[in-house]
């Protein structure tokens, strides 16, 4: 089943017009991160590499490790409370030159895994948020990369 209260894993991906270098730099960073995540906004560092984030949701505090693997093109995002965070995000990008796509492009990737405990109501609010924020990584790289430029 694939409906949106079975699933299990959630893909929302993009081509975005940036070198995979640098989306994977700016989606390691947490300040980048705190600007398009709606269950983190306003990242800041909380202890150690542990960053607190407030949702645009419910207001609550949302507690974030950020774990990059360059060589896989894999960032992993633990999210949870202040005393316990699950690995159930992650982001993968891939050079799409491997791909027989353009220079300077790369597919973003954005998963989600869905936690036991979490509601159909609560599952379905991810997903939609994922397909939100896969637009948002979009525009802010691009922009990101055009000012720098």
């Given at each position: 089943?694939?409906?949106?209260e079975s699933a299990i894993v959630h893909v929302a991906s993009v081509e975005v017009a940036v070198p995979a270098d640098y989306a994977f730099d700016r989606l390691s960073d947490a300040a980048f991160v705190?600007?398009?995540s709606l269950g983190s906004m306003g990242l800041a560092q909380h202890d150690g590499e542990v960053f607190v984030g407030t949702s645009l949701f419910d207001r609550s505090q949302a507690f974030v490790e950020i774990h990059p693997v360059r060589?896989?093109?894999l960032i992993d995002y633990s999210v949870g409370s202040a005393s316990h965070r699950e690995p159930r995000i992650y982001i993968r990008i891939t050079d799409a030159r491997m791909l027989g796509w353009q220079d300077s492009q790369?597919?973003?990737a954005l998963?989600?895994?869905?936690?036991?405990?979490?509601?159909p109501e609560r599952?379905?609010?991810t997903c939609t948020a994922h397909e939100t924020e896969i637009l948002l990584i979009k525009a802010q790289l691009e922009r990101a990369f055009g000012q720098a430029a």
């Open positions: 089943m694939r409906h949106a705190g600007g398009w060589k896989l093109g790369s597919i973003v998963h989600a895994i869905r936690g036991g405990a979490a509601t599952w379905a609010r």
